[in-house]
C-alpha cells in the first residue's frame, strides 16, 4: 500500500485530478468550468512562467491535411460541374424541343431551366475556386508559434503542452535535450497550438492522426527548445546556483521548493498573478505587492477588486501579453566540415554509378526490369552476334518413319488464336532412326477413319521428339519393339517437306496457330484414329496400325494454360478503370489499383479518390460484376486536361515498354529501352563544358553508349559540382561576415547601455540611502521591486 501510495502521489498532478486537468484543457479559457458545485480555477500557461519567449516556425512538411482538403474540394468541384453540365445540356434540348412554339407553360418552362443550369453554373465556379484556393494554400508553409517558459514553481513538471485549436491534446511531452534526462533545459514548459490544417486529432482527442508529421513536430520544437536554453543563459550562470535563487535547496529534482518567505517573495516578483474575472471573463493581470505573496483569492473575483486604476471596470479593455521574439539560430558549420559533407556525397554518387555497372544473372522477368544496361547490351550482343535481327529457331525435321509415312492433306484448317506465343525452348535433337528395306508402294490410299472415342488409360510409349514453339508441343511417340518402315510415293514426301516449310515460316513470322497432324498409314487395313485427354491440357494422339507395326504420334494443345494465360492478361486490363464502389450504402469513385483473376471469377482492388471518414476504408477488393461496383461514365473528350492525356499516353507507353520475354524481340527491344534509359541519364547529368555536344547524345547508338568515356565525364561532372559548392561557399561566406559586423557592432551599443543602466541604479540606491538609511538592498530585483512599490503606494 505504501508503494501505491508513492506512485500516485509521484503522478502529474493534471493526471490524477480532473480539476487540474480542467485548469489546464484550454489555452485560453473563456468559460466557467464547475466541478461538484466548486468553480474551476483556470490557467493560461504562457502568464505562469518565467521569462517566456515566443518563436515563429513554418515548415512546409505538414501536407496531410491539406491533402486531404483538395481532394475533397476536387471531389465537389467535378461534382458541381457535372451538375451544371448536365443542367446546360437539358436546358439547350428543352430550346430545340420547344423550337417556335412561344406558350406561356413553354417560356415558363425554359426560363426555369436556363435558371436552374445558371445558378448550377455559378456554383461550379465558386467550387473551383476554392479548389484553386486550396491548391494554392498546399504549397505554402504552415506556420506556428512555440511559446517556452521556466516552471518555477514547481520545475519537475516540465515538458511540451500541445493544443490543437485551443483543446489540449497532450501533456509533459519531452522533446530534444529534455529526453537525456540531465539537468539541461530542465523545468522547461512548451506551449503550441496547432490549427486543423496542421495536424488532425484522433477521435479521443488524446493523439494525433498522423504519427510522422506529429513526430516532425516534436523535432522542432526540441531544436527551438535547445535554442531558449541558450537564450536564457541558464547554463552559463550556473544551473545549481539559478535553482537556489528560487528556494530548491535540495538535490532530488522532484522535491518542492522551499517555503521560506523570501525564496516565496521571490518567485512572486517575478511571476506576477493573473486571474480571469468571473463576470466579463477578462484576463487581468495584478501588480506586485509584498502583502499579496500568499494572498488566497476568491472564486468571484471581478474587476473591481483590482489594485490597478488602469484595470478596475469591466469595460477596460484586456491587456494583451506581450511576449520577447525568439530566433532560431542553425549552427554554422566550418570550411572544413563542408568540404568533408561534398567529398561524402561525390563518394556516394560514384558508388551508385558503380552498382548501375555491375552486372545481374536474369532468373525471371522480374530480373529481366531489374536489369543495368551495360548487362543488358553484353548478353544482347552475345546472344546475337550475326546481326540485330533475332531469329527464332526451327521445328526440327520430322523422323523417317513419319516423313515417310502416306498422308493427306487435312481436312479443315483451324483458325489461328490470338494470343502471344511462349518463350521459345531448346529443341531436343531427334534419335536418328534405322533405315528401312524399299517395299512396293500402295496401290491406294484409304479416306482416313473418324477419330475413336477416348482410351481410359494409355499404352507405354517411347518419346521419338518433342517441339515447344509459341503455344504448340507436339510429340511423337514409338512402341518399344523395333518397328519397320514403309516408303512413300514421291508426290507423299512432298507433301510432308510442304508441310514442314509451312510450318518453320509460321514459325519465322511468330504467329501463334495450332496446326492438327493427321497421317494415315494404310497398307492391308484400316488405321485406327484415337484421342487422350490429359490433365493439363489436350493431348491428341494419332495411332496408325499396319499388319507390320504402328506408329503412334501425340500432339499436346497447352489450350487450358493459355486459356487461363489470357483470361489474365485480359483481367489486368481493367487496371486504371473508374468505378464507383458502394461503402456503407453510399457510393464512392475509385479507380481500380489491382486485379486478381482465377478461374470462377476476377477481383478488382479499387483504390478511393476521397474518403470523408477515417472508418471509412481507403481501398476495397470486390468481385467484378457484382452489384457493389459499377463503372464511371469516362470523361468526354472536352473536359480532358492536358495533363490527365498526358498521363494516359505516358501510361501506354509505359506499359509498351515493359519488357516481354515471350515475344521474338523482346532482347532487342529491352535493349532499345535501356539505351534510352542511358541516354536520359547522361543528358540529365551533362557537365556544362563537356567536349561532347548535348545534343549528340540523341543519336548515338547502343556501340557509342558503351564507347562513351565515362572516366573523363564523372571528372566535369565533378569538377562542376565543386565550382557551384564553392560559389555557394563564398556567398555565405560573405553573408556571415555582414551579420557577424552586425552582431559586433549591437553588442558594443548593448554594453554601453548595461554600463548606463547600472551607473543609473547606483546613483539610485545611494539616492535612497541618503533618504532612509536603514534600507537594504542589494539586488538590481530588489530595487525594481522597491521602486515600484514605491510608485504603487504613490498612486
Known amino acids: 500500500m505504501t508503494i501505491f501510495i508513492v506512485l500516485w502521489s509521484n503522478r502529474k498532478p493534471e493526471r490524477r485530478s480532473f480539476r487540474a486537468y480542467a485548469a489546464v484543457l484550454y489555452i485560453d479559457p473563456r468559460m466557467r468550468i464547475f466541478i461538484q458545485g466548486h468553480k474551476v480555477r483556470t490557467k493560461r500557461l504562457s502568464c505562469c512562467l518565467y521569462k517566456p519567449r515566443v518563436y515563429k516556425y513554418s515548415s512546409t512538411r505538414f501536407k496531410t491535411r491539406a491533402e486531404q482538403e483538395v481532394k475533397k474540394a476536387d471531389h465537389l468541384a467535378k461534382i458541381s460541374e457535372e451538375k451544371a453540365r448536365e443542367a446546360e445540356s437539358k436546358s439547350l434540348a428543352l430550346e430545340l424541343k420547344l423550337g417556335d412554339d412561344l406558350s406561356r407553360e413553354a417560356r415558363a418552362m425554359f426560363r426555369k431551366a436556363q435558371e436552374s443550369a445558371m445558378m448550377l453554373r455559378q456554383e461550379a465556379d465558386i467550387k473551383r475556386k476554392i479548389l484553386e484556393t486550396k491548391q494554392k494554400a498546399l504549397k505554402e508553409p504552415k506556420e506556428l508559434n512555440f511559446i517556452f517558459g521556466v516552471n518555477i514553481e514547481q520545475r519537475d513538471l516540465d515538458g511540451m503542452f500541445i493544443y490543437n485549436c485551443s483543446r489540449l491534446i497532450k501533456m509533459y511531452e519531452k522533446v530534444g535535450p529534455q529526453l537525456e534526462g540531465g539537468m539541461a533545459c530542465g523545468g522547461v514548459v512548451g506551449v503550441v497550438d496547432v490549427p486543423y490544417l496542421v495536424l488532425e486529432p484522433t477521435h479521443n482527442k488524446q493523439d494525433f492522426a498522423d504519427a510522422k508529421e506529429y513526430r516532425h513536430l516534436l523535432k522542432a520544437m526540441g531544436d527551438h527548445l535547445a535554442q531558449y536554453w541558450k537564450d536564457v543563459a541558464i547554463a552559463q550562470k550556473g544551473i545549481v546556483k539559478f535553482w537556489d535563487e528560487f528556494g530548491y535547496l535540495s538535490a532530488n529534482w522532484n522535491q518542492p521548493p522551499s517555503n521560506d518567505l523570501r525564496y516565496k517573495r521571490r518567485r512572486a516578483m517575478e511571476i506576477p498573478v493573473t486571474i480571469q474575472c468571473d463576470k466579463c471573463l477578462k484576463w487581468r493581470t495584478l501588480p506586485f505587492q509584498l502583502d499579496a505573496v500568499d494572498k488566497r483569492y476568491p472564486d468571484s473575483w471581478v474587476c473591481l477588486m483590482n489594485p490597478d486604476s488602469t484595470q478596475d471596470r469591466c469595460d477596460a479593455p484586456e491587456q494583451k501579453q506581450n511576449l520577447p521574439v525568439g530566433v532560431m539560430r542553425k549552427d554554422t558549420k566550418s570550411v572544413e566540415d563542408k568540404q568533408r559533407e561534398i567529398t561524402e556525397k561525390i563518394r556516394q554518387q560514384q558508388e551508385k554509378l558503380e552498382t548501375l555497372q555491375k552486372t545481374a544473372p536474369i532468373k525471371s522477368q522480374a530480373d529481366v526490369k531489374k536489369l543495368p544496361l551495360e548487362a543488358s547490351l553484353k548478353t544482347a ?182 486459356d487461363t494465360e ?163 561557399q563564398s556567398r555565405a561566406d560573405a553573408r556571415a561576415r555582414a551579420v557577424e559586423e552586425k552582431s559586433n557592432s549591437a553588442e558594443a551599443r548593448l554594453r554601453d547601455s548595461e554600463e548606463k543602466l547600472q551607473k543609473l541604479r547606483t546613483n539610485i540606491v545611494a539616492l535612497l540611502q541618503k533618504v532612509q538609511e536603514d534600507i537594504d538592498i542589494n539586488t538590481d530585483d530588489e530595487l525594481d521591486a522597491y521602486i515600484e512599490d514605491l510608485l504603487t503606494k504613490g498612486d
Open 381 to 562: 550482343s552475345e546472344s546475337n552476334p550475326q546481326g540485330t535481327r533475332v531469329v527464332r529457331p526451327r521445328s526440327p525435321p520430322l523422323p523417317a518413319m513419319i516423313k515417310n509415312a502416306p498422308s493427306r492433306p487435312p481436312l479443315s484448317k483451324p483458325p489461328p488464336l490470338s494470343r502471344k506465343p511462349n518463350t521459345p525452348t531448346r529443341t531436343a535433337k531427334p534419335p536418328v532412326p534405322a533405315p528401312a528395306p524399299p517395299t512396293p508402294p500402295p496401290p491406294t490410299v484409304r479416306r482416313q477413319e473418324p477419330l475413336a472415342k477416348a482410351r481410359p488409360a494409355a499404352s507405354p510409349r517411347i518419346p521419338v521428339s518433342k517441339v515447344k514453339s509459341g503455344g504448340r508441343m507436339g510429340a511423337v511417340r514409338s512402341p518399344r519393339g523395333a518397328t519397320k518402315q514403309t516408303p512413300t510415293t514421291s508426290s507423299q514426301r512432298k507433301r510432308v517437306t510442304d508441310g514442314m516449310r509451312e510450318d518453320g515460316e509460321d514459325e519465322e513470322d511468330g504467329e501463334p496457330q495450332l496446326k492438327k497432324t493427321k497421317m494415315t498409314l494404310d497398307k492391308s487395313s484400316k488405321p485406327v484414329v484415337k484421342k487422350q485427354e490429359v490433365k493439363k491440357g489436350k493431348v491428341t494422339e494419332v495411332r496408325a496400325q499396319t499388319a507390320e507395326g504402328s506408329v503412334v504420334m501425340e500432339i499436346t494443345d497447352c489450350a487450358e494454360e493459355e
Open 566 to 728: 489470357k483470361d489474365l492478361k485480359e483481367a489486368q486490363k481493367d487496371k486504371g478503370l473508374l468505378v464507383e464502389v458502394k461503402v456503407n450504402k453510399e457510393w464512392f469513385t475509385g479507380r481500380v489499383a489491382a486485379v486478381e483473376a482465377s478461374k470462377q471469377s476476377v477481383r478488382w482492388k479499387v483504390k478511393f479518390d476521397y474518403v470523408p471518414t477515417t472508418s471509412t476504408p481507403r481501398d476495397r477488393w470486390v468481385f467484378k460484376g457484382s452489384d457493389e461496383v459499377r463503372l464511371m461514365r469516362p470523361p468526354s473528350p472536352v473536359t480532358q486536361s492536358p495533363d490527365t492525356q498526358q498521363e494516359a499516353e505516358a501510361e501506354r507507353a509505359s506499359i509498351a515498354m515493359e519488357p516481354d520475354t515471350t515475344q521474338p524481340g523482346s532482347s532487342r527491344e529491352l535493349m532499345d529501352s535501356l539505351v534510352v534509359m542511358m541516354r536520359t541519364f547522361l543528358r540529365y547529368f551533362f557537365p556544362p563544358e563537356f567536349r561532347i555536344p548535348k545534343d549528340d547524345i540523341n543519336s548515338m547508338t547502343a556501340e557509342e553508349l558503351v564507347a562513351f568515356p565515362m572516366k573523363e565525364y564523372f571528372q566535369q561532372y565533378e569538377l562542376g559540382l565543386q565550382s557551384l559548392c564553392n560559389s555557394y
